[in-house]
């Protein structure tokens, strides 16, 4: 895949070898983020040591980031700025009581924080470094995502909630995980071709690889998700690009001629067999939010949270303890309190705002298609108040925010 950079001019750029080392730094974050769900015949890694390798992905990334930022110079950040206040107040309620996992979890998102405040001075990189980079690592997934059907079918394409759906087996990953990357990769690919900045031929490849992979994973909430992010960001660029307008209209005479007709089907499949009361209920989630909000606890804990859990429910019993939120906005009040969420949604505040007081531009639409699919997916999804893929995705958008440095070099096609 070939990423044409925008044309840039005047200060100084980053060295190609530092360039590389903050690609690892992104991709070993990356990884982090991941995690290890059961394993699988094709990976038959025990739990413990798939798990060690993504929890030491944030240890070499840490270091990594100190060679290449030796003298730990960063740039300002609100966005940055506000989550590290979010970190701060989850390790103060982490260390306090509860056990040592909730005090890792604290000291885990303080030291993802601290890599992330490391990488800003190539946020104005014009060589789109950490965009490039996401870019490369959710079509390394894409790629493991078709090895792993062509290996084992059956382990693949898993029965979950009356439907097959596909999951990761060359590295364990759950439908919902597989959804979230395939519909970023599907939503900025899109965007990134619109603009004029990534040739068709890749665009299409990745483009047509990632829909049909989203689609084989059954998760409503990250295509609703794409659709809410490509029109943001589509919109962004509406009166900039012609090309822009021709889509919209091609995407309207489809809906017209193709997906009118098609509904029925398309309410069954969305439906994956489930009743109306479990579509009602979310599939039981509403249940669980409601536990969350029923739990006494005392009025510090309301406004600074519980410590950082693993986004199950707590305190509510053998039957319930464990459940998880799958609310982000939720998992944040038992979490991180009230303050937590006023937190986040600051954060989407100043992202939202920056996004509209940036020029108009493909680091603008993918920006603006990021944080709408974030927000969107974080009602159904946990990971906000954490490090996670959210947390990747919303500094991406804040990075793709800042004027890029400019050079009065010949543009260059370079790998995405």
């Not at 920056?354 to 531009?361: D, F, H, I, T, V």
Request: with cysteine; charged share 10%; aromatic share 8%.
């Amino acid at each position: 895949m070939m990423l044409t950079l925008a044309a840039g001019s005047s200060q100084e750029v980053p060295a190609d070898r530092s360039t590389r080392r903050v690609a690892a730094v992104w991709a070993l974050l990356f990884v982090n983020t991941i995690g290890f769900a059961k394993p699988t015949t094709v990976l038959p890694l025990p739990h413990k040591v798939g798990q060690l390798v993504t929890q030491g992905a944030l240890v070499a990334a840490l270091i990594l980031a100190l060679t290449v930022n030796r003298k730990v110079v960063v740039r300002g950040s609100w966005f940055l700025g506000l989550y590290t206040v979010l970190g701060i107040t989850s390790v103060m309620m982490s260390v306090r009581f509860v056990s040592l996992g909730t005090a890792y979890r604290g000291f885990r998102l303080m030291t993802f924080l601290a890599v992330l405040w490391l990488l800003t001075p190539w946020w104005r990189d014009r060589r789109w470094v950490l965009l490039r980079t996401q870019l490369l690592v959710l079509t390394i997934i894409l790629v493991s995502l078709l090895i792993g059907i062509m290996i084992s079918p059956s382990q693949a394409f898993a029965l979950n909630y009356n439907s097959a759906r596909l999951n990761g087996v060359v590295w364990p990953m759950t439908a919902p995980q597989v959804a979230h990357y395939m519909a970023e990769l599907t939503g900025v690919t899109i965007l990134l071709w619109l603009s004029g900045m990534i040739r068709r031929r890749p665009a299409l490849l990745l483009i047509g690889g990632g829909a049909v992979a989203l689609i084989a994973t059954h998760t409503r909430t990250a295509l609703g998700g794409l659709l809410i992010g490509l029109l943001m960001g589509g919109a962004s660029l509406f009166f900039a690009k012609r090309r822009i307008r021709k889509a919209f209209a091609v995407c309207l005479v489809v809906i017209l001629t193709i997906v009118l007709p098609l509904l029925p089907l398309i309410t069954s499949w969305l439906e994956r067999g489930q009743s109306a009361k479990s579509l009602q209920d979310l599939s039981g989630r509403t249940k669980t939010w409601a536990l969350v909000f029923s739990e006494s606890r005392p009025e510090t804990n309301k406004i600074l949270g519980s410590g950082m859990t693993n986004d199950g429910v707590i305190n509510q019993g053998p039957g319930s303890n464990g459940l998880p939120i799958d609310n982000s906005w939720i998992a944040t009040y038992q979490n991180q309190g009230i303050v937590g969420c006023v937190l986040e949604a600051f954060m989407f505040f100043v992202l939202l705002l920056a996004a509209l007081l940036s020029p108009r531009g493909p680091g603008r639409a993918v920006a603006l298609f990021l944080i709408s699919y974030c927000l969107f997916a974080s009602y159904t999804d946990t990971g906000m108040g954490e490090p996670s893929i959210y947390l990747l995705d919303l500094t991406l958008a804040a990075s793709l925010l800042v004027p890029r440095t400019r050079s009065h070099q010949k543009d260059a096609l370079l790998p995405a």
